[in-house]
């Protein structure tokens, strides 16, 4: 679902081409979203074509639970790609658990809360904060994409109206995050869009 609605976000067409705080160009489209779980299986060797995709990508987006923190291909991935000093380019997707939890309720792994050092090392002297977009649930149980199964675990269509709408600003949170803007800009240049796009 989060790679569909990123790889056919338009971004607003004023900021197209423009440069962000970056410095990097904006691009008309967030395409392709390379998904190893669709295009490869799972591999720690670093020639594979996994760790190819991750030297070609700008940026990694983590989906956050507590299943993530027991994959240690997720976390060789992370570490990997911080290697290649692309800190800024890492970001989360909380979908279940507790960020920082300490717990079995923690959906952060270790290599996304701390800095790699100059020896591709995990550096656990120090914490970052990764920039995340929440999807959870508005208790923090695991969030839903499809609208039947908003409506299996949310009381009342209101409820579903404002879980679907943080969803939505979660989304354009992760996409400000891909194109280096801040989400205000994003949120303010979107909403003047989609309302030209509906006259």
Request: proline share 6%.
């Amino acid at each position: 679902w989060i790679a569909r609605e990123i790889e056919t976000y338009e971004v607003p067409v004023d900021l197209v081409g423009t440069r962000n705080p970056r410095g990097e160009v904006i691009p008309e489209r967030l395409y392709p979203v390379f998904r190893d779980e669709d295009e490869l299986s799972a591999s720690a060797d670093l020639s594979s074509p996994i760790y190819e995709a991750l030297r070609r990508s700008k940026s990694l987006v983590v989906i956050c639970s507590p299943r993530t923190i027991s994959s240690r291909y997720v976390g060789n991935e992370i570490r990997y790609f911080k290697s290649l000093d692309r800190d800024h380019g890492i970001l989360a997707m909380m979908i279940d658990g507790e960020p920082h939890a300490d717990d079995e309720r923690e959906c952060f792994p270790t290599e996304l809360k701390h800095p790699v050092d100059s020896d591709g090392e995990l550096d656990t002297t120090h914490e970052v904060e990764p920039v995340a977009a929440d999807f959870r649930l508005p208790d923090g149980g695991q969030g839903w994409h499809s609208i039947t199964e908003c409506r299996k675990h949310l009381d009342g269509e209101s409820a579903v109206t404002r879980y679907r709408q943080r969803c939505e600003l979660a989304k354009l949170k992760l996409i400000a995050g891909l194109l280096g803007l801040p989400l205000g800009q994003l949120v303010e240049r979107d909403k003047a869009y989609q309302l030209e796009l509906a006259r």
